[in-house]
């Protein structure tokens, strides 16, 4: 059985991603949702197989999962696209989880991201972190935060991936794209790596250990653009996790250095569009003033969101009114707009203010 033929078909069917899994149906993702397919259930020498195939071309990957259980790589297939793809077992089994990547890289615009995600991608120095819960386009966002520089400035950028999920061409910069388990060992490696190649913007795919936190403070605070992902869900809580992330005798300075260095954190997650046709990001976006600095350097990072509620001439937005805006715009529904709302209690009240149902919404566009 060839890998190919599911990873093609889901491409035509604009899933997100694929699950193989012995004993179950081929079931792939579309719009959040997970479909399964009408096809006969896997048997585990047919996913065993189609592991193989996935990871015979990548040197000793095979081995490594043999002894592991688990590995990530990147995987294409000429003329349909990129994957992410990771095997693993479960209950003695085997199991692939495809990610489809999409071959053209997107633009802040297509993204219909706010205009201060343009202005933070220009930036020359300090740290930049998107974060959000897996599958929530963190990486997409980078990925369109790194093509504007890439066509407004000349500048060398360095990403640091596993895998690569995107595929950038040089327009005025020299991107230089390097795949954690392939070109380097480790993200520590490879970052303290980046820091002699001359870089002026440095990509990390996920900030994971306390090593990698450590240097890519470090690289913001000397004079570089640090771009990285985290697995949180709010500003708040980034600026914690970092924090957390060091021994009790450290943690004040990493605070003075964080607040010193950090430019803006973007917090996102998807939503379905209210006329089915995909996914939007909405969007938590914290930039720094000397407000937010002094909460950072006071361990206060629980009061950064009244800071964001009012941060609105600094290009702030909270994921609540961001929300709101979209529902404001017809994009999302109500329905989306509650069940992904903050404060619940007040998008009701102003859903009741605004006779708040999509009918009376629209309506009320019709007669603008």
Do not use: W
Not at 19 to 39: C, E, K, M
Not at 247 to 259: E, G, V, W
């Amino acid at each position: 059985m060839n890998i190919n033929t599911f990873l093609a078909n889901a491409v035509k069917k604009k899933a997100s991603d694929v699950h193989l899994v012995t004993g179950v149906v081929p079931v792939i993702r579309y719009n959040q949702r997970l479909v399964f397919l009408d096809l006969p259930v896997l048997k585990s020498e047919e996913v065993m197989a189609m592991a193989r195939q996935v990871l015979d071309g990548h040197g000793d990957k095979l081995k490594v999962f043999e002894q592991k259980g688990e590995i990530d790589l990147s995987y294409r297939i000429a003329d349909i696209g990129y994957f992410r793809i990771n095997c693993y077992r479960q209950r003695g089994v085997i199991g692939i989880a495809a990610r489809i990547i999409n071959n053209a890289i997107p633009t802040i615009d297509a993204l219909e991201l706010p205009e201060i995600i343009k202005h933070l991608a220009r930036q020359n120095k300090g740290l930049i972190l998107v974060t959000g819960p897996t599958g929530s386009g963190k990486s997409t966002t980078l990925a369109a935060m790194i093509e504007q520089i890439n066509r407004e400035k000349a500048c060398h950028i360095v990403t640091l991936e596993d895998p690569i999920e995107y595929n950038h061409e040089n327009h005025k910069c020299i991107i230089t794209q390097r795949e954690i388990g392939r070109d380097s060992n480790s993200f520590p490696e490879a970052l303290r790596a980046a820091l002699r190649q001359d870089p002026d913007v440095i990509m990390i795919g996920e900030m994971r250990d306390l090593e990698t936190i450590s240097i890519a403070i470090t690289a913001a605070e000397t004079g570089h653009l640090v771009m990285a992902t985290l697995h949180t869900i709010n500003a708040a809580q980034t600026i914690e996790r970092i924090i957390d992330s060091f021994q009790p005798t450290h943690q004040q300075q990493i605070r003075i250095q964080l607040a010193n260095t950090l430019v803006g954190i973007i917090s996102q997650r998807l939503i379905l569009r209210k006329d089915d046709s995909g996914l939007i990001a909405t969007i938590e976006c914290l930039t720094s003033n000397a407000a937010v600095r002094n909460l950072i350097r006071e361990g206060k990072a629980h009061q950064l969101y009244s800071v964001i509620e009012t941060g609105s001439r600094y290009g702030m937005i909270t994921m609540d009114k961001h929300l709101q805006s979209l529902y404001d715009n017809g994009i999302i529904t109500s329905e989306a707009l509650k069940e992904n709302a903050n404060d619940l209690e007040r998008i009701n009240e102003y859903l009741e203010r605004n006779n708040g149902s999509d009918s009376q919404l629209n309506k009320k566009k019709s007669l603008k």
